[in-house]
C-alpha cells in the first residue's frame, strides 16, 4: 500500500496527461513531449474557423445557417431558431383536469422542482422564431424580441437571410437598435427577397430619429409600424417628408403605424403635409399621441379640398408646361421640322456658307417660338381660368382650349397608358396592381410618378386661389387616445360630410372614395358629444365590416 500511495504522490510532478493518460509511466520524456505539442496546439484550431465565414456557403435552411455562421464568427452562445408559439388549443376541461394532477404528483421532488423553475425561464432565453409556411416549410416571417441584435449579428443576417426565397416580414421588438445598426439593417434589406414587404421596428427608440430612411423612394417595404419609439416633433416631419415633397413622393408604402409616440400638434401637422401629394398610404394610425384640436384640424383639411400653396401653384404651372412642351415635340409638324433640319446638317452637297444661316435660322426659331408660345399659354391660361370660374372645374393645360387633363395625359404618357385614367381618382388601384411591375425599373418608377403627380389633378378655382380635391386615398384613419376636443371634431364632420356627398355622386366610377374607418374614440370630449354622434352615423354607412355584418345576419336568417 504504501508503494502504491508513493506513486500517485509522485505523478503530480510531472505532466498529468502525457503520464497517466496516454503510455503511464514507461513512457520516455521525449516522447511525452512529444505528444504535449498536439494538445498545445489544439485550441486555436477552434480559434482559426471564425476567421473566414464568408467561405460558408448558407444551404436556405435558417437554423443551420445561423447557427454555423455564429460559431464561425466566434460566438459559444447565440440564440436558437425556433419555430413561433401557436396560440393553444380550446382549453377542455375532462382532459386537461384528469391529468394534470397525475403530473404535479410525479413532480414534488426538489430536483424535479428545480428542473421544472429552469424550464419556465426558457421562454425568456434569446430566441429567433420564425413562421413557416404550411406546404413546403420555407421562412415566411421572422419575429425577433427582448435581446440585443448587434452589428455582428445583422452581419450574419446579410448572410443568411438573402437565400430565404419566401421571407415576406422582418419582426424586431425591443433589440435595441442603434442609428448605427438601422443604416445596416436597412443596407440588408436589399440583399434579401423581393417578396419582403412588411418591417417592425417596435420598442427601438433612436436618438437621431431616422426611421425615415426606411421609406426612401428605393423601398419596396408596403407595411411598417413603429410604434413605442419615442418619435415625437422632429421624427414626424422626417416621416412626413419621406411620405411627399415637391418634388418626390413615396408609393410602395401602404400602411405606416405611428401609435404610442410622443407627436403633438406640431408632428400631426408635418404628417399632414406629406398627405397633401401622396396618393398610396391607405393605413395610418397615430393612436396614443399627444394630438390637440390644431393638428386634427391639419388632419382633417387635407382629406378635403384644399387650398395650393404659391410654391405649389409654381410647380403646377411647371409641370404643366413641361407636358405641353411634351406633346408638342411628339406632333407631325415639329417631327417633320426635327427631321428636316438632321438631313441639312447630314447633306455633304450645302455650301459652308449655308450652314451657319440654317444654324442662324433654327436659332432664331428656337429664341423666338418660345415667346409667342408663353404668349398663346398665357392667353389659354386666362381663357381656362374664365371657364373655371364660370364653372367648368377644369385645370389649365397649354396650347388648347379644351382642358382636358386626363386625355392629354394618356396622349403624352405611352408607356404606361393604363395608369392615367385613374390620375386624381383611382391612384389607389392602379399603384397596387403596377407595384410589383414599377419596382423592377427605376425609370418605370420615374415615369410613373409624372404620371399620378396629383398637381395634374383637375382643380377648382375659387376667388383667386386654386384649390385640389383632396387626399381620397387614405381609408383609415386611428386617432384614438390623443387630446382632440370637440372643435378638432368639427374639422372632420366637414371632411366626413364632404367624402360622403362626394362617394354619392361617384358611386358609378371606379376610384377611391375617402375614408372608410375613422376612430376618434377616447378623446377630450364626451362620447354623448353630437358632433361625434353625427361622424359615427356618417362613417356607420361608409365602414365596410358594418355592412357585411346585416348580410351575414340575413344570411343567417334565411338559413334558419
Known amino acids: 500500500m504504501s508503494g502504491e500511495a508513493s506513486a500517485p504522490g509522485t505523478s503530480p510532478r510531472a505532466p498529468r496527461p502525457g503520464t497517466q493518460k496516454t503510455s503511464g509511466a514507461v513512457t520516455k520524456k521525449g516522447d511525452r513531449g512529444a505528444k504535449e505539442k498536439p494538445a498545445t496546439v489544439l485550441p486555436p484550431v477552434g480559434e482559426e474557423e471564425p476567421k473566414n465565414p464568408e467561405e460558408y456557403q448558407c444551404t436556405g435552411v435558417l437554423e443551420t445557417d445561423f447557427a454555423e455562421l455564429c460559431t464561425r464568427s466566434g460566438y459559444a452562445d447565440f440564440p436558437k431558431v425556433v419555430p413561433r408559439p401557436r396560440p393553444h388549443p380550446a ?3 375532462s382532459a386537461s383536469m384528469s391529468e394534470k394532477p397525475a403530473l404535479d404528483d410525479q413532480r414534488l421532488s426538489g430536483s424535479c422542482s428545480l428542473s421544472s423553475l429552469e424550464s419556465k425561464y426558457v421562454f425568456f432565453r434569446p430566441t429567433i422564431q420564425v413562421e413557416l409556411e404550411p406546404e413546403d416549410k420555407s421562412v415566411k416571417e421572422i419575429y425577433i424580441r427582448g435581446w440585443k441584435v448587434e452589428e455582428r449579428i445583422l452581419g450574419i443576417f446579410s448572410k443568411c437571410l438573402p437565400p430565404l426565397s419566401q421571407l415576406q416580414a422582418i419582426n424586431l421588438w425591443k433589440v435595441g437598435l442603434t442609428d448605427k445598426t438601422l443604416t445596416a439593417f436597412i443596407a440588408l434589406l436589399p440583399l434579401c427577397s423581393s417578396t419582403i414587404r412588411k418591417v417592425s421596428l417596435e420598442g427601438n427608440p433612436l436618438p437621431e430619429q431616422s426611421y425615415h430612411k426606411l421609406m426612401a423612394l428605393d423601398s419596396t417595404i408596403s407595411h411598417l409600424s413603429l410604434r413605442n419609439n419615442n418619435i415625437n416633433d422632429h421624427g414626424a416631419q422626417l416621416l412626413g417628408q419621406a411620405l411627399s415633397t ?43 399621441n399627444r394630438i390637440q384640436d390644431q393638428g386634427a384640424l391639419k388632419l382633417a383639411e387635407v382629406l378635403r379640398p384644399f387650398e395650393l ?10 409641370l404643366l408646361l413641361e407636358k405641353g412642351s411634351q406633346e408638342r415635340s411628339r406632333s407631325p409638324s415639329s417631327s417633320r421640322h426635327g427631321d428636316s433640319k438632321t438631313e441639312r446638317e447630314k447633306n455633304p452637297l450645302m455650301g459652308v456658307s449655308s450652314a451657319p444661316l440654317a444654324e442662324k435660322a433654327d436659332k432664331t426659331q428656337t429664341t423666338k417660338t418660345p415667346k409667342s408660345q408663353s404668349k398663346k399659354k398665357d392667353k389659354s391660361g386666362e381663357v381656362a381660368k374664365k371657364e373655371e370660374k364660370s364653372g367648368s372645374g377644369q ?28 390620375k386624381g381618382k383611382g391612384p389607389k388601384t392602379g399603384n397596387k396592381e403596377k407595384r410589383s411591375f414599377l419596382l423592377e425599373s427605376e425609370q418605370l418608377v420615374a415615369e410613373a410618378s409624372e404620371v399620378v403627380n396629383p398637381l395634374l389633378e383637375p382643380v377648382e378655382h375659387r376667388d383667386g386661389k386654386v384649390f385640389m380635391p383632396g387626399n381620397k386615398v387614405l381609408l383609415h384613419l386611428n386617432l384614438m387616445r390623443n387630446r382632440i376636443t370637440d372643435v378638432g371634431l368639427e374639422g372632420f364632420l366637414a371632411t366626413v360630410q364632404h367624402q360622403a356627398e362626394f362617394s354619392k355622386s361617384k358611386s358609378a366610377t371606379k376610384g377611391p ?18 358632433t361625434y354622434t353625427m361622424i359615427q352615423e356618417l362613417m356607420l354607412s361608409r365602414d365596410p365590416i358594418s ?7 340575413d344570411s343567417m336568417a334565411s338559413s334558419t
Do not use: M
Not at 246 to 267: E, K
Not at 309 to 318: A, I
Not at 396 to 419: C, F, H, L, M, N
Not at 513 to 530: D, E, R, W
Open 547 to 553: 355592412k357585411a355584418k346585416p348580410r351575414e345576419e
Open 395 to 422: 385645370s389649365p393645360t397649354q396650347g388648347t382650349p379644351k382642358k382636358e387633363d386626363p386625355s392629354k395625359a394618356s396622349k403624352g404618357k405611352v408607356t404606361i397608358p393604363e395608369q392615367k385614367p385613374s
Open 309 to 318: 400653396t404659391h410654391t405649389e401653384v409654381v410647380e403646377r404651372r411647371r
Open 513 to 530: 372614395v375617402g375614408l372608410l374607418c375613422l376612430s376618434l374614440a377616447k378623446n377630450y370630449f364626451s362620447p354623448q358629444c353630437p
Open 91 to 93: 382549453f377542455v376541461p
Open 246 to 288: 415637391l418634388h418626390s413622393c413615396n408609393r410602395t408604402l401602404v400602411s405606416l403605424n405611428l401609435g404610442f409616440n410622443h407627436i403633438g400638434d406640431a408632428g400631426a401637422s408635418y404628417i399632414a403635409d406629406g398627405l397633401r401629394l401622396n396618393r398610396a398610404l391607405l393605413w395610418l394610425s397615430l393612436a396614443h
